[in-house]
């Protein structure tokens, strides 16, 4: 078995444990899957340039499990499927809700000049996770932030191919395994998947 087969094994028993009433499991099941949201959180936080230059991802993927945290003491979830969808949801509501917070007419990025990139001669000690977000190109902001907007709007089959495979990036195949279709299924759902959010966009969806 490999590991991110064990992986969602593990993910399986706590759910199970928390369904069951364990309210430790909670807690458990945010700290066996930290890395990943992390990482969800990181990738998300790229297309939103706008928010990357005011909010570290330690922070906003804090803020993103405590709403996690706190939705799973009213919602019991059916699998690592479902707990997975909700975790890329909860990141995605947290990322657009700073988005309309920076961006809004009063906010701190309309509001503030943004300095141009150091030479390379500047000494400068930034976070891996953060490297390469800064940008002031407003047609690039606007698309991602759109592009997010029309992922949540998508049909359900449609938007658990974007919350699978694109948020959490996991292959093909887990996602097969996780879902129950086939791997030919799954090409074919993210394909189209990825049709309707271009028609959607009218093809000014940026390049996935």
Same mark, same amino acid.
């Given at each position: 078995?490999?590991?991110?087969?064990?992986?969602?094994?593990?993910? $399986?028993?706590?759910?199970?444990?928390? @369904?069951?009433?364990?309210?430790?499991?909670?807690g458990e099941?945010? @700290?066996?899957?930290?890395?990943?949201?992390?990482?969800?959180?990181?990738?998300?936080?790229?297309?939103?340039?706008?928010?990357?230059?005011?909010?570290?991802?330690?922070?906003?993927?804090?803020?993103?499990?405590?709403?996690?945290?706190?939705?799973?003491?009213?919602?019991?979830?059916?699998?690592?499927?479902?707990?997975?969808?909700?975790?890329?949801?909860?990141?995605?509501?947290?990322?657009?809700?700073?988005?309309?917070?920076?961006?809004?007419? =009063?906010?701190?990025?309309?509001?503030?000049?943004?300095m141009p990139?150091?030479?390379?001669? $500047?000494?400068?000690?930034?976070?891996?996770?953060?490297?390469?977000?800064?940008?002031? @190109?407003?047609?690039?902001?606007?698309?991602?932030?759109? =592009?997010?907007?029309?992922?949540?709007?998508?049909?359900?089959?449609?938007?658990?191919?974007?919350?699978?495979?694109?948020?959490?990036?996991?292959?093909?195949?887990?996602?097969?395994?996780?879902?129950?279709?086939?791997?030919?299924?799954?090409?074919?759902?993210?394909?189209?998947?990825?049709?309707?959010?271009?028609?959607?966009?009218?093809?000014?969806?940026?390049?996935?």
């Amino acid at each position: 078995m490999s590991d991110e087969s064990t992986g969602t094994v593990r993910l $399986e028993e706590c759910i199970h444990r928390l @369904n069951a009433g364990d309210s430790l499991a909670r807690g458990e099941l945010l @700290n066996m899957t930290c890395d990943r949201l992390l990482r969800l959180t990181h990738r998300i936080k790229e297309s939103y340039p706008g928010v990357g230059r005011w909010e570290q991802t330690e922070d906003i993927c804090q803020n993103a499990s405590l709403k996690l945290y706190e939705a799973l003491h009213d919602v019991e979830l059916n699998d690592a499927r479902h707990y997975f969808r909700l975790a890329a949801k909860k990141i995605r509501e947290t990322l657009l809700d700073l988005a309309r917070h920076y961006s809004g007419p =009063m906010g701190a990025g309309a509001n503030h000049a943004t300095m141009p990139a150091r030479s390379p001669n $500047e000494s400068f000690a930034a976070s891996p996770l953060d490297a390469g977000e800064m940008t002031n @190109n407003p047609r690039k902001i606007a698309e991602w932030t759109e =592009m997010h907007r029309v992922i949540e709007s998508l049909p359900e089959e449609s938007k658990e191919m974007f919350d699978l495979l694109w948020y959490h990036e996991l292959s093909q195949e887990e996602a097969a395994r996780l879902i129950g279709l086939s791997v030919r299924q799954v090409k074919r759902r993210w394909r189209e998947a990825k049709i309707q959010l271009a028609e959607k966009m009218g093809n000014d969806a940026p390049g996935l």
